[in-house]
């Protein structure tokens, strides 16, 4: 048997007697050299994707049929598919890392516990449980995710959230991370976590996204510095709107007049239609908050905590315009 050989790995590791019985997190990272002619299959591999590499330990005994586990003569020899030894009939590693960097063709993975020049025959997609563990998508980075439902609390705890309104996103790399349509803001998983590509807007994950998806994406499009967007229904921003169609925070406060400067006000559109998107994105050009007649509030930032920041900030100085 000769399989394909799709990358090969660099590793500090120079020997098997060097390498650990399995992935250790101590372990530093390597890195994996996809072969040129390979390069369409590794394009949507991004930092943070969960991933099984397929190795094949060319070193291993192919005659091996039983061995003491982990090589301890201690204990009663098994046979060798009860076991994780890389000499084996068929010498195929499996190994469950997430990938930490790429330079081009060159994926840093971490743990991967295999002697500098293994070959690699596949990668694939991680979609096993990690215990102890969120299970994520696996094209969800986990701090992305993490991330998300972190602001789904605490913008529902401040009452920006209510229900099921609102949306969250988080843009990773070539791809959109987005709360899923009718979840609850205040009560996310990770299931309620939508993956679409930014560019073309199609899903990549069996979750639907957000009705609200136009907004998130015209936005990310037409404003490079956005990395993550809340979409929020601010009672008290909201109340002060219906009061006019004028500017919405005129307060003779410093913060006042340093908030409102990042905030603007587009006309009513049908929510979740393009219309309503591409008028978001527009103006999300040139301001950080957009308020959206009739609907709610999106702000951008360059983190999660700068666009709830906004979010908050605004919500707090429209519940004093509507004190005074």
């Known amino acids: 048997m000769n399989p394909s050989i799709v990358g090969i790995v660099r590793s500090h590791l120079r020997t098997r007697e060097e390498c650990p019985k399995h992935g250790d997190t101590a372990l530093p990272p390597v890195w994996i050299e996809i072969m040129p002619e390979f390069e369409p299959a590794a394009t949507d591999l ?3 994707d969960a991933v099984v590499v397929l190795t094949w330990m060319h070193q291993g005994d192919r005659s091996v049929l039983r061995c003491h586990p982990r090589g301890n003569r201690d204990l009663p020899m098994r046979g060798i598919f009860s076991t994780r030894s890389p000499d084996r009939p068929t010498p195929i590693g499996l190994h469950n890392v997430h990938i930490t960097g790429r ?8 743990p991967l516990e295999v002697i500098d020049g293994t070959p690699v025959i596949d990668i694939k997609p991680d979609n096993s449980a990690d215990p102890g563990r969120e299970e994520f998508p696996s094209l969800v980075n986990p701090d992305t995710g993490r991330a998300i439902i972190e602001a789904g609390r605490d913008g529902w705890l401040r009452g920006l959230f209510a229900g099921f309104n609102g949306n969250i996103s988080v843009r990773q790399g070539s791809r959109v991370v987005i709360t899923a349509t009718g979840s609850a803001k205040g009560h996310l998983s990770p299931r309620d976590l939508a993956v679409v590509d930014l560019e073309s807007g199609d899903a990549l994950s069996s979750a639907q996204a957000s009705s609200e998806l136009s907004v998130h994406l015209e936005i990310y499009r037409n404003q490079p510095a956005a990395q993550a967007i809340v979409h929020t229904h601010p009672p008290k921003l909201i109340a ?12 003779p406060l410093y913060e006042g007049q340093v908030f409102a400067t990042k905030l603007t006000r587009i006309p009513s559109e049908i929510p979740g239609t393009p219309e309503l998107g591409e008028s978001a994105g527009q103006a999300a050009r040139y301001f950080q908050a957009v308020f959206m007649d009739d609907h709610g509030l999106v702000c951008w930032g360059g983190s999660m905590t700068q666009a709830l920041g906004l979010s908050e900030e ?9 004190a005074r």
């Open 240 to 251: 002060l709107s219906l009061r006019g169609k004028g500017s919405l925070l005129q307060l």
């Open 314 to 322: 605004l919500e707090s100085l429209a519940a004093i315009a509507l």
């Open 103 to 110: 330079e081009g063709l060159r994926l840093q993975v971490h």
């Open 46 to 48: 991004q930092i943070g």
